[in-house]
């Protein structure tokens, strides 16, 4: 969610960046309400300082044996007043949080206006000489996989396994702290409502989502590292698959594909032989303060400081398309596949070959 006095110093930036995305919005009753508010904050306050100082002139009054009626009756309209006031200013707040949920993040200054960009390549793809196989054909003749209702079996779980063990060691060894999640909950959920130590930032979680097949992990930090964490997070993901001997390709999102959260996505994708292209396995995104505000998570330069908004990034790996990557990637003519070396001892097998 964006910060309402963001947009009310600088509403052109919004409606620039809502126009990068391709959406328009009416400020004009954000503003009026936004003024509505403040303007009844501003007599409730009023009446409050009132209140209180009839409050002293009631013990004055008591004190000379006076009669106190009059200042009774005073504080108790005061008091209903507010309580009206309260619960107008109550209103007001839960439609400008609505209104606020609904404006999608602004993009970063470097993201495309346009269409999304490629940024780099690694590892060029392998040219075969015969046509290879789609990773359906291959996982249905093998027996390992019925992509149907999408469970592997045999060595094609195993394989899953391993991908699943592998990206989390791999992201443990970068500096990830591995967490197991409660069922529902993502990564980032875990630091919910939370003051961390600004000294010990950035916060690297990773996990796997049972719900989702994926790879997930979130990482928290500063808002002046944010940018070079998301370049961090999207260089680890390209090398893991690297060591794969997975070609693949990081690109970054234009404008009006971003997600409604991210102010920046970069897509790892990987090379496809059956489709002769490249598809998105990873997802990595920096949210900037947007998620960070909603969850309330924040982080602390000092014990005695006042508390700031961190910043919130992910990255979000399928475990699904890893596993069609390994199988058409490594396809053999004689229908095995080979098992890349950086997952061999994840496997226990150097090849898969027919039950």
């Keep these: 969610m964006l910060d309402l006095r963001r947009i009310r110093k600088n509403p052109q930036e919004l409606l620039d960046g809502l126009e990068k995305r391709g959406k328009q919005v009416d400020l004009a009753e954000l503003f009026r309400d936004d003024e509505d508010r403040r303007s009844l ?14 409050g002293k002139e009631m013990a004055k009054v008591k004190r000379s044996g006076g009669d106190t009626k009059r200042i009774v009756d005073e504080m108790k309209q005061a008091g209903e007043t507010i309580n009206d006031l309260d619960e107008q200013i109550k209103l007001l707040d839960e439609k400008t949080e609505q209104f606020l949920l609904n404006i999608p993040n602004i993009p970063d200054e470097t993201v495309p206006a346009g269409e999304s960009q490629e940024i780099r390549r690694a590892d060029t793809p392998r040219v075969f000489p015969y046509e290879p196989k789609t990773y359906r054909d291959i996982g249905t003749d093998l027996g390992i996989a019925d992509f149907d209702t999408g469970a592997g079996q045999g060595l094609g779980a195993r394989l899953q396994r391993a991908l699943i063990n592998f990206f989390l060691d791999t992201w443990a060894e970068a500096g990830c702290v591995e967490v197991q999640l409660p069922w529902g909950m993502s990564v980032t959920d875990l630091c919910k409502d939370m003051i961390l130590d600004g000294s010990g930032l950035p916060t690297r979680r990773c996990a796997y989502s049972a719900q989702l097949n994926k790879v997930d992990v979130a990482y928290i930090t500063k808002p002046e590292k944010s940018c070079e964490a998301l370049e961090v997070i999207t260089n680890q993901t390209e090398k893991f698959l690297s ?9 970054c999102l234009g404008a009006r594909e971003l997600s409604h959260s991210s102010a920046k996505t970069y897509h790892v994708e990987v090379w496809l032989p059956s489709r002769s292209g490249y598809v998105e396995i990873a997802s990595c995104s920096d949210y900037g303060d947007f998620m ?16 700031q908004l961190a910043h919130t990034l992910g990255s ?40």
């Design 292 to 307: 960070a505000r909603r969850s309330a998570i924040r982080y602390r330069e000092d014990p005695k400081g006042k508390p």
């Design 316 to 355: 979000s790996l399928t475990v699904g398309t890893a596993m069609a990557a390994i199988l058409e990637n490594f396809q053999n003519e004689d229908g095995t596949v080979a098992i890349p070396q950086g997952l061999a001892s994840y496997m226990g097998t150097e090849k898969i070959g027919k039950r």
């Design 243 to 251: 060591l794969l001997g997975m070609p693949c390709q990081v690109v």
């Design 41 to 54: 904050m501003a007599k409730a306050e009023a009446l409050k300082n009132r209140r209180n100082e009839a």
